[in-house]
């Protein structure tokens, strides 16, 4: 099996920004993957709750990502790129979602 890596060769400035855009399925997808894989704290609000985010949610937590709703705002707490994790085989059930599927596919085939 061939060995994958990312390497980051200019470090960014933090991002401590407030970006507002309307709450939708794949916007909402996307954020927990990219904060799944960020270090530290993210914090979105106005996050589309429905049976493909539930999906997405219970896929990334099964791999290790914390994951917390609290009031209106949804808190994942990245470890950074090849962060997932788990201890036992599992099985993930992305529902009906191609985004999902797709995403988790693309992400778990770097492992």
């Known amino acids: 099996m061939k060995s994958f890596s990312i390497v980051v060769e200019k470090k960014i400035n ?3 920004k407030s970006i507002f855009v309307p709450g939708d399925k794949s916007c909402s997808i996307r954020y ?3 904060a799944s894989q ?3 704290l993210s914090k979105a609000k106005g996050i589309l709750e429905s049976e493909d985010i539930f999906s997405t949610i219970k ?3 099964k791999l290790g990502v914390r994951i917390v709703k609290k009031n209106n705002t949804w808190f994942v ?3 950074g790129l090849n962060s997932l ?3 036992d085989d599992i099985s ?10 797709r995403f988790i596919l693309s ?5």
């Not at 993930?92 to 599927?101: A, F, K, Q, V």
């Open 92 to 101: 993930i059930d992305c529902g009906n979602s191609g985004t999902l599927s």
């Open 32 to 34: 927990f993957f990219l």
């Open 38 to 40: 960020a270090y530290g």
């Open 14 to 16: 933090r991002f401590n």
């Open 107 to 111: 992400i778990l085939s770097t492992y």
């Open 77 to 79: 707490w990245g470890n």
């Open 85 to 87: 994790t788990t201890k």
């Open 59 to 61: 896929a990334l937590t």
